[in-house]
């Protein structure tokens, strides 16, 4: 008969970690991240959802950056989407991408790079409202969410977080930086229609090439506020209406 096994040891305070979580393997992850002490006596219920949280909020985190990584970034798209189409509200979608990156990384090394997409990161946020959604949804690639945005305000919030970047040269080392610019395209959800995510990602990665193909450093957004539906958005218009009932 096999022995039996021996019962673990009991948990301060009589408190047991969440069920599949392991404390040790949780604090390392957070360690790395560069996150700060627990409050809280070590497995104590304050302890443990402080944990918790910190690791869900870890999950939603681009590591480099500390912004919202591209998980976030789909969840939060697809929130604005079902808002814009019920309350009919402005919302704009912006892409930007950080021009000749890849000449900074060849030239300066990948730990340079980082700090550019660092500094980058940290711009952007520092330029958006706190309603706004900043993520770092590739590479050298973030997107913004921005809710409630009026039409007329579109491409001077771009300008502005363009002019934002270019200002602002990088440190990549002691007594050496660089300047770096960023590609800015945008497009509006349609107002009060159902679209996806992919039609409305489609739209503003069009208005980015343009950027990149006119030159760079440049924000480019769709010619109208209200774009065109297209016969898929219709499809969900009138599958998602009372009108079904009537074919």
Known sequence: MEPHARPEPPHPAGVAPPRGLNPDVALQLLRQSGHGPLPGEPMSDVWLQA????LVDL??????????NRRSFELALAREIDRVARSGEPALLLTLDIDH?????????????????QAVGAA??????????????????FSIVLPNCPAAFGPQVAERIRKRVARTPVEIAPGESVSVTVSVGGAFAPQWV?????????RTDLQLYRAKSEGRNRC?????????VSAEEKGLLFASSSFQDFT
């Open 220 to 228: 480019c957004l769709e010619p109208t506020a209200v774009p065109l």
């Open 51 to 54: 944990l918790v949280d910190a």
């Open 59 to 68: 999950s939603s985190r681009d590591a480099l950056t500390g912004l919202a």
């Open 101 to 117: 990156f890849k000449k900074v990384n060849d030239t300066h090394g990948h730990a340079a790079g980082d700090l550019v997409i």
């Open 194 to 202: 159902r679209t996806t995510a992919r039609i409305w990602i489609d």
């Open 124 to 141: 952007l946020a520092d330029t958006v409202r706190p309603m706004d959604l900043v993520a770092r949804v590739g590479g050298e690639e």
